[in-house]
């Protein structure tokens, strides 16, 4: 697939947007030691999108063969592989574009632009599916995760968080709470297997909930986020500090009811179980 003659199509010309082979050298120079953890040195960039004030490219995207890398001002890099995307996961809001749970840095587009890229990237996930069916195609096949594996493993994990509540000991308060604040992706019929409580007087509706399908989540003050486990690949979580980023988004724990590590382990190792079924089912 030509990405860069695909963009220059879709996208024109821009203030700020670069397409290999015309990169500038300091440019690129910079973005990539901001992304240095999710980009390999030998990994050809192929567009970049410059989104500071001056010019120094530490924030804003870049476009590679394999991910989008980005940062926004302020806030920590995050990537995503092509292969862990599907298009419904690339969303376009007015003058903003979201990849899977977070958002793109974007000051300089417009209501016409944010469409133009949304289609862009989702051509690129489409085709980039396409190289990948054999895995993505288990991937998709893969059903519900077993009830009883899960909560063994958040026992493991974080056994003796507080806060923290399994199936079937979630108080039925908490769990409404969950629910009604992720009423929009979390049908009613699907189970809540694990559920941690980050609010103050206990409504559960800030915190974490693993179900068989997803992962779902919300920060004090910020949007609900969810994405299904089979989509969630081991290499999109990431520790920071107190701060887990996962598939993009941003998900905090408070660190007097658990640890942010132990909840990042708790997500690598259910994602890694997915993605090691899903694996398998493609060589059967």
Not at 129 to 148: D, I, N, T, V
Not at 178 to 206: C, F, K, M, N, Q
Not at 235 to 247: M, P
Request: with cysteine; aromatic share 8%; net charge negative.
């Amino acid at each position: 697939m030509q990405i860069v003659a695909l963009a220059r199509e879709w996208l024109g010309e821009l203030h700020g947007l670069y397409y290999h082979p015309d990169i500038p050298e300091p440019l690129e120079r910079a973005a990539r030691a901001v992304h240095a953890d999710a980009l390999p040195p030998s990994e050809q960039i192929l567009l970049l999108y410059d989104d500071t004030l001056f010019g120094g490219a530490e924030d804003g995207f870049v476009l590679t063969p394999r991910r989008l890398c980005w940062k926004a001002l302020g806030e920590r890099p995050r990537s995503m592989s092509w292969t862990s995307l599907g298009t419904q996961e690339v969303r376009c809001g007015e003058n903003e574009v979201y990849v899977a749970a977070g958002k793109l840095p974007l000051t300089a587009w417009d209501s016409a632009l944010a469409p133009r890229l949304t289609e862009l990237l989702r051509m690129v996930v489409a085709a980039s599916s396409l190289q990948q069916s054999a895995y993505r195609e288990a991937a998709a096949r893969h059903g519900p995760l077993p009830e009883e594996a899960v909560i063994a493993l958040a026992k493991r994990h974080l056994g003796g968080a507080r806060r923290m509540f399994l199936r079937p000991e979630i108080p039925a308060r908490k769990e409404l709470g969950a629910r009604d604040v992720h009423a929009d992706h979390l049908p009613p019929a699907e189970p809540i297997l694990v559920l941690y409580d980050d609010t103050v007087w206990g409504s559960g509706r800030d915190g974490f909930v693993i179900t068989p399908i997803r992962l779902c989540w919300k920060d004090f003050l910020e949007h609900p986020s969810q994405v299904p486990w089979n989509r969630l690949g081991p290499e999109s979580i990431r520790l920071y500090g107190k701060t887990i980023q996962v598939a993009g988004g941003t998900l905090t724990v408070s660190p007097q009811h658990c640890k942010a590590r132990d909840v990042a382990q708790l997500f690598v190792a259910v994602a890694s179980g997915v993605a090691a079924a899903g694996s398998q089912e493609s060589e059967s």
